[in-house]
């Protein structure tokens, strides 16, 4: 009896050790899953953040861009100066213009008539 007792015994520990080994492969697996798991859950939480990181980034570009073209068609240096230059030539034609007298007051002409060219003129 006690070899059959002792018999058992040894069955019975190839038993535990042979679904040892598959209990510590399960609990190996099961961590594995674990961290995929987590892994996965993290990733998908980075995606949802950089999503809403390029929503918010092309929102920005986009007042960037308008912002740019407003500065561009209000401060365009060239177009400013094309349009100076109309006005000169504009203001040059004009038969009004006051700034630039066509007949000289005072000249050193007019103050050294004579008298006959002075009663003539008057």
């Known amino acids: 009896e ?3 007792l002792h ?3 040894r069955i ?3 038993i535990l050790t042979k679904h040892e080994l598959n209990k510590d492969f399960h609990s ?3 961590e594995f899953v674990g961290i995929i798991n987590n892994s996965a859950n993290s990733v998908e939480t980075l995606d949802d953040e ?3 990181l390029v929503i918010s980034a092309e929102s920005t570009i986009t007042r ?3 912002l740019q073209a407003k500065v561009s068609n209000d401060f365009d240096f060239e177009a400013n100066q094309k349009e100076v230059k109309i006005e000169e030539i504009t203001s040059e034609s004009s038969g009004n213009n006051l700034t630039n007298s066509s007949t000289g007051v005072y000249t050193h002409g007019y103050q050294h008539n004579s008298a006959v060219e002075a009663e003539q003129v008057i």
């Open 7 to 9: 018999e058992i015994l």
């Open 64 to 66: 960037i861009k308008t």
């Open 12 to 14: 019975a520990d190839f």
């Open 50 to 52: 950089i999503s809403e």
């Open 28 to 30: 190996i697996l099961k």
């Open 2 to 4: 006690l070899q059959d």
